[in-house]
């Protein structure tokens, strides 16, 4: 969620081959009025019937241990308060007015029984250019430990149409092929790495380019305020 975050901040400032967006929105209203409306919010289900009212982090029983950590007080800990708290830099986070600006192929995912509205997720996707929908019918917040199988299918079909379509090599890893490419991703093995520096300058209202890592690109430059 806090990725989707951090992937449309990025995506004003530069361009990508192509965005993975799971479970969140591009705009922090949309997460209140949704949280407000689903006051019941569970870590895992009770038994083997999810309550339709409900909100889950997992909708299985027994959610792989490399997804848990998401179950704890810890998570989000000391970042919540600092990005959404009552002085939180995100509380009122909106890059809604920024997606049709962005043409980087995007694929959106979400869960049924998601921390987010599904119609929220799919909204933003219509939004962009290039954007992509999938609903996850059975799945809760961790959609892609929820349910693996739809969601790296539905990304592995996606990179193949939308990214390595123009792509002859495609080196990540010493793995230089297309289908090597395709194996990383069904292996679950997806990195992302984010400059601390450009992240701290998404955050803190960069206003001139020399304090950015990479230039502005012209949409970053229209959404600016003076």
């Not at 995506?11 to 209203?29: H, K, M, P, T, Y």
């Not at 609903?135 to 592995?156: C, I, K, Q, R």
């Amino acid at each position: 969620s806090f990725g989707v975050v951090l992937a449309l901040e990025l995506a004003v400032r530069a361009e990508f081959a192509g965005l993975i967006l799971s479970d969140w929105v591009a705009d922090q209203a949309m997460v209140t009025k949704w949280a407000q409306a689903h006051p019941c919010v569970l870590s895992v289900p009770k038994s083997a019937h999810l309550e339709r009212d409900c909100m889950y982090i997992d909708t299985v029983l027994d959610p792989p241990p490399w997804v848990r950590y998401t179950f704890t007080l810890d998570n989000p800990g000391p970042l919540g308060n600092i990005m959404w708290g009552p002085k939180g830099n995100l509380k009122s986070w909106d890059r809604t007015h920024a997606l049709p600006l962005i043409q980087t192929p995007a694929l959106w995912l979400v869960g049924g029984y998601d921390l987010v509205d599904p119609a929220d997720v799919e909204a933003c996707a219509h939004l962009m250019p290039q954007g992509r929908f999938v609903y996850l019918a059975e799945a809760g917040h961790n959609s892609f430990a929820d349910m693996p199988e739809e969601w790296l299918g539905n990304v592995t079909t996606w990179l193949g149409a939308e990214v390595f379509r123009d792509l002859s090599i495609v080196s990540m890893g010493g793995v230089a092929t297309r289908e090597g490419a395709a194996q990383l991703v069904d292996s679950g093995s997806i990195f992302i790495f984010v400059s601390l520096a450009l992240l701290a300058a998404a955050f803190t209202g960069c206003k001139s380019a020399r304090r950015c890592l990479l230039p502005r690109t012209s949409i970053e430059e229209s959404l600016l305020t003076p």
